[in-house]
């Protein structure tokens, strides 16, 4: 089984920055590991993942400005997140699974999420 638990999120000013952690239990080096997103009312969005090789992927609407990453010895994957935008307003979930999906439908596992608010 694969236990994960978000920190980092909090409030911020439009143009800042956080970084989120997912820290993990289990077989963490052979998953391959997501961040999605989900505002009120809306459908859980896919954000960045990365494969167990370090292979990544990121979304069109925050390319550029966030950046996945992984720490297999501390077995923890982060979103390095700069200027902020309040449409990125959300609660943020990572998730792991042994293959990537753009689905959040498909990932097997779960974080609770963190809530990250960008002030205008």
């Known amino acids: 089984q694969v236990q994960l638990v978000e920190s980092g999120g909090g409030l911020v000013q439009a143009g800042g920055s956080l970084r989120l952690s997912c820290a993990a239990s289990g077989p963490f080096s052979r998953y391959a590991m997501a961040w999605f997103r989900q505002a009120p009312g809306k459908d859980r969005e896919f954000v960045a993942a990365l494969d167990e090789s370090g292979v990544t992927y990121v979304a069109d609407s925050v390319n550029g400005r966030f950046t996945i990453s992984r720490d297999n010895a501390k077995n923890s994957v982060y979103l390095q997140m700069n200027s902020l935008k309040p449409e990125d307003t959300a609660v943020y979930y990572c998730?792991?699974?042994?293959?990537?999906?753009?689905?959040?439908?498909?990932?097997?596992?779960w974080g609770q999420g963190t809530q990250v608010t960008v002030s205008s």
């Open positions: 998730a792991s699974d042994l293959i990537i999906y753009m689905d959040a439908r498909r990932w097997r596992y």
